[in-house]
């Protein structure tokens, strides 16, 4: 499967702040504009993974998006 440029760029971007993604938010334009306005706390909930357990999954034959629930949280 060839990857759109968007699609490259974000897992590169993943691949860099995968550890940080907090750190990621704080270099990020709308990020600095939540800290700016005392919103950090939003950027801390927005960091946070593995904290709902479930997974979106595409369905490969129709492309329709699905949630499965996942018991290793």
Same mark, same amino acid.
């Given at each position: 499967m060839?990857?759109?440029?968007s699609a490259y760029s974000s897992m590169i971007h993943?691949?860099?702040f995968k550890n940080d993604i907090?750190?990621? $938010?704080?270099i990020t334009k709308n990020g600095k504009i939540?800290? /700016?306005i005392d919103h950090f706390h939003d950027l801390d $909930?927005?960091?946070?993974?593995?904290?709902?357990?479930v997974l /979106?999954?595409?369905n490969k034959e129709d492309s329709s998006v699905y949630?499965?629930?996942?018991d290793w949280i």
């Amino acid at each position: 499967m060839q990857l759109t440029d968007s699609a490259y760029s974000s897992m590169i971007h993943y691949q860099y702040f995968k550890n940080d993604i907090r750190g990621m $938010f704080n270099i990020t334009k709308n990020g600095k504009i939540l800290v /700016g306005i005392d919103h950090f706390h939003d950027l801390d $909930f927005c960091s946070n993974i593995d904290t709902v357990p479930v997974l /979106g999954r595409l369905n490969k034959e129709d492309s329709s998006v699905y949630i499965q629930k996942i018991d290793w949280i």
